[in-house]
């Protein structure tokens, strides 16, 4: 019998440093990594968790990591994504953002289409397809589990364990696929960014870019300035996500933090005109990377991946097909519909990266292509609006549908 070492949050935020360190000197090491967009949070992340699978299997010891920091991250990162927001760019991404929430409701139609396609045609329970479908890759873990019990009730004796490991793996797919797409697509149609860096422009809307900035210093009052508007955003976003829950309405706290900082990036800086406001600033780009770069390495190096051990040869290839179908749905479907420029090539990046793992893994996608290629914040705003808010919803519908049909 294993033994299993609960590893304290302090300490497992100490290690994701760490492997974020090794994530980046890996990238600098090796060309490939960079030439396909890898990131560097990625790169780290997976050698961890070989690295814990190789000790579970030679020790047999099963560390744990405690992440309550790696989720206080992720609300940083998204209540940032709010600060950078501004009602313009809303309402010029409109059409957009309507076109990527009908291409995501296609696309998970189509996932399940696939996974119960394939489950008959190797003689498995066909609602093992929607498990190995949006439930477990779109939804991610936390859908996967909330669905397990009733995909059990339905005659999958085995559905928290099949959906738990499909994640897992689909979130190591997202994070590998999503770099290679956006280069094929940028050499293949020859793409660039139409949104200037460099010199008296302003920095990248997530992530440093790779251009030198010189019309802003970063120093430690800056640092504190976004750190306080991020914390009263989440101090209001958690009261306000703590409001809709009593009234029976539950949403994520990032995605209240979320909005709590848009609607206070429209409002306060032209009623206080002389209040320096930290939004697309690099400060708020520094905080920005370290939290979701931090929480992508964290995420990637807790991976379980003996649980995977429970995914028997048929749903391996049906995670292939899903993977495959992704691929060419982003390659020849959403990029041309998406206006087949520089903004969609990095959005397809994001897209495979959300609908085979993660938000968090689709932004870090998109922001290892922008550090590369340049800007692209249309992209930004409305991927995390899709993925974060209407998605669920959707994804819980359709699902419904797919195992009563």
Not at 159 to 169: Q, V
Not at 197 to 205: D, L, Q, S
Not at 362 to 383: D, E, Q, W, Y
Request: hydrophobic residues 55%; proline residues 3%; glycine residues 8%.
């Amino acid at each position: 019998m294993n033994q299993e070492i609960i590893v304290p949050s302090f300490i497992s935020y100490t290690v994701g440093i760490l492997v974020l360190f090794c994530g980046v000197h890996l990238n600098r090491r090796f060309k490939i990594l960079r030439s396909y967009n890898i990131p560097e949070a990625v790169s780290g992340g997976l050698i961890a968790g070989v690295c814990l699978f190789l000790i579970y299997i030679i020790f047999d010891m099963k560390f744990t990591y405690e992440l309550d920091t790696r989720d206080k991250l992720l609300v940083y990162f998204f209540t940032a994504i709010g600060l950078n927001a501004r009602f313009s760019d809303l309402l010029k991404g409109g059409r957009s953002l309507f076109k990527l929430l009908i291409l995501t409701i296609v696309f998970i139609i189509l996932q399940n289409t696939v996974g119960i396609s394939f489950a008959h045609m190797m003689d498995i329970h066909p609602n093992i397809g929607v498990l190995v479908g949006s439930a477990s890759l779109i939804g991610g873990h936390g859908t996967a589990i909330a669905w397990a019990p009733v995909i059990e009730n339905l005659g999958v004796h085995n559905a928290m364990e099949i959906g738990t490991a499909s994640a897992t793996l689909g979130l190591v797919v997202a994070s590998l696929v999503g770099g290679p797409i956006a280069n094929y697509l940028l050499k293949r149609f020859n793409l660039k960014t139409t949104v200037q860096t460099g010199t008296n422009k302003k920095p990248a809307v997530v992530g440093i870019s790779h251009h030198k900035e010189k019309d802003e210093t970063i120093n430690y009052l800056n640092i504190m300035a976004v750190l306080l508007t991020l914390h009263v955003c989440i101090i209001i976003g958690y009261i306000a996500n703590t409001s809709l829950t009593s009234m029976g309405i539950k949403l994520p706290l990032f995605l209240t933090c979320l909005f709590t900082a848009i609607i206070f990036s429209n409002t306060i800086p032209h009623i206080f005109k002389k209040m320096h406001w930290p939004a697309r600033t690099s400060a708020l780009a520094l905080v920005s990377d370290f939290s979701l770069n931090l929480f992508l390495a964290m995420s990637l190096m807790s991976m379980q991946l003996w649980t995977i051990g429970n995914l028997a040869g048929p749903l391996l290839l049906i995670l292939l097909a899903q993977t495959i179908a992704a691929c060419l749905f982003v390659i020849f479907i959403l990029f041309p519909i998406m206006n087949k420029d520089y903004q969609s090539a990095v959005l397809s990046s994001g897209f495979a990266g959300f609908v085979l793992g993660a938000t968090p893994t689709a932004i870090a996608n998109m922001t290892a292509v922008t550090k590369s290629h340049g800007r692209a914040p249309m992209a930004f705003l409305i991927l995390p609006l899709v993925s974060a808010f209407f998605v669920d919803i959707i994804n819980s519908i359709i699902i419904k549908f797919a195992l009563s049909f």
